[in-house]
């Protein structure tokens, strides 16, 4: 004990004179000058003033208004998928399309409704599932091609070809948040969702590139929504006698109700006034406040958006929100009309882009390679890509891995343009032509469709359908010319010499985009042996 004694006494008097050195003595001038603020602090919101640390009040004042934009701005752009699907369900539903039922374009979606980069080409069906009651099923036909996303437009599962199906057609069971109900031993693919409200869509192809009736006619023979009878098909009876299930109804679900889509005018894109906050709050209250991220709901719950409660923010908060929007939507905008990440683009010295190679389908690993041997896929990241989330969701409907892989002869890739060869964005009063070399690396089909800049849904000119492609229906095939190429021209009048299959048709007064399609995508497209010409204006 006391050679512990010595020691002690020993580590004291080896730190008391430590302490008492005037180096290390605390003092107001050794605070280091990089933890300090000074009196005054210019900045992009004016200059802001500090006593000793301390902000004035016009300095407080101008912090919490610009954190409270801040907050409103990231509002925006990360929850924009959510707000898109609730467009889209408002949109089917001012046409009379009620949760749990469908709609189908028999004669193809035209360019009187407003749906973000749609296509012309294919048979749609979409719909919205109303999980708030318990399970639904929903049935697909053979040869369909489509996804399940839940209401913050996350990937659920896919339908069809790239499901679980295989393209055989299938019975698909979508689950509520939280269910821990019975479930079918076979019979069903199930998938969970984290919301309350799904949306599902899908298409099929026209037979032999140019009629749409069989498709319509598989869809609405095949095509079945209705609520999951727990215990009935897919329990076998041997469960129920081992005491491990209750035996439910075998009946025949309720008829399903399609509606016609073609020549409908509806508005399914998000709004960006003050609309798209209140919609944005109908989702919070309806869906689980689980249901997104916390740190993404952290933003909405700071600008007086959160569950249970009345989003009324007074008229200054309401004012800086309203700013804070503007400049959020203009930033969206700008981020797919002028994207500037040389990675999204697809070919060197290109603009033709599609960064989903890049960020996969969940914006934030690199799509995996397909090798001999099987997937090779990426080590994670770590992060979100969010300017091409933002991008995407800013113009773009449905999220999928079939939208990101490079597997040859399935799902379909996509190439956009937003300028020409020059780098100028598309004049619709001039005209522009883009040349496919011979061998145009698609199994199905190829086309170019059309979009206005504005709501980036089909350009509306007499055409209808703005659209050109392998397909002879609903406007004649694209033809060749000899050496294999295939050239489409873009401008307000058909060129003299060009075939009417070659030509899609702009609106002087509007400004427009493309995207270049390629169903059942080839090798020569994922090896870049194959490359589009860039756009060219015609003199």
């Not at 215990?231 to 025949?252: D, H, N, V």
């Not at 964005?425 to 089909?445: C, M, Q, S, W």
Request: hydrophobic share 40%; aromatic share 12%.
């Amino acid at each position: 004990m006391k050679q512990l004694n010595k020691g002690l006494t020993a580590i004291v008097i080896c730190v008391v004179p430590a302490l008492s050195d005037p180096a290390w003595a605390q003092s107001a001038s050794a605070i280091p000058q990089s933890i300090t603020t000074p009196d005054k602090v210019e900045t992009r919101i004016g200059t802001l003033e500090f006593k000793d640390g301390v902000p004035s009040q016009a300095a407080a004042d101008k912090v919490y208004d610009n954190l409270l934009a801040t907050h409103a701005f990231n509002a925006f752009v990360n929850t924009m998928q959510g707000v898109s699907i609730a467009a889209l369900d408002k949109g089917l539903q001012s046409v009379g399309v009620k949760n749990n039922e469908v709609i189908v374009f028999s004669e193809l979606m035209d360019a009187k409704s407003l749906f973000l980069t749609a296509n012309a080409d294919t048979v749609y069906v979409i719909g919205v599932l109303d999980l708030s009651k318990g399970p639904m099923v929903v049935e697909v036909p053979p040869k369909f091609l489509g996804a399940i996303d839940d209401q913050w437009f996350r990937w659920v599962t896919d339908l069809g070809l790239p499901g679980g199906d295989r393209g055989l057609g299938g019975k698909y069971l979508v689950l509520p948040p939280g269910y821990d109900g019975p479930l079918p031993d076979g019979g069903f693919f199930i998938a969970r969702s984290r919301t309350t409200r799904v949306a599902w869509f899908g298409r099929l192809f026209l037979e032999d590139r140019k009629d749409p009736k069989p498709a319509v006619e598989s869809i609405k023979r095949f095509t079945k929504v209705y609520p999951y009878e727990a215990g009935g098909y897919g329990t076998p009876i041997a469960e129920f006698l081992a005491g491990k299930a209750m035996l439910g109804r075998i009946t025949q679900p309720p008829a399903t109700v399609f509606h016609e889509g073609s020549g409908k005018v509806m508005n399914t894109v998000p709004p960006n006034d003050w609309s798209y906050f209140e919609m944005l709050n109908e989702i919070v209250q309806r869906e689980p406040a689980t249901s997104l991220d916390p740190e993404l709901m952290g933003s909405v719950a700071a600008i007086g958006i959160v569950k249970g409660k009345p989003f009324a923010p007074d008229a200054h908060a309401k004012k800086i929100i309203t700013e804070a929007l503007a400049v959020a939507n203009a930033t969206s905008r700008t981020l797919f009309m002028s994207p500037r990440d040389p990675s999204w683009y697809y070919y060197p010295n290109s603009a033709w882009f599609n960064y989903l190679f890049e960020t996969g389908y969940q914006f934030e690993t690199p799509i995996p390679m397909i090798t001999r041997e099987g997937a090779k896929p990426f080590p994670p990241t770590g992060y979100r890509t969010l300017n091409a989330r933002t991008n995407f969701f800013y113009g773009i409907t449905g999220i999928t891995p079939g939208m990101a892989m490079r597997l040859t002869d399935i799902g379909s890739q996509y190439l956009f343009a937003m300028v020409d060869s020059n780098k100028q964005h598309f004049d619709g009063a001039r005209t522009y032509k883009v040349t496919l070399p011979k061998g145009i690396p698609e199994a199905n089909f190829w086309s170019f469709t059309l979009y206005d800049n504005m709501s980036r849904s089909m350009l509306d000119t007499p055409q209808r359908y703005p659209r050109a492609g392998s397909q002879s229906y609903p406007s004649p095939a694209a033809e060749a010319s000899a050496d294999g190429s295939t050239t489409i021209y873009f401008g307000p009048k058909q060129p003299d010499g060009v075939k009417r299959g070659n030509w899609i048709q702009t609106d002087p007064k509007k400004g427009w985009f493309t995207l270049l399609r390629l169903y059942s995508p080839l090798e020569p497209f994922f090896t870049k042996t194959w490359r589009p010409s860039e756009i060219e204006p015609v003199k």
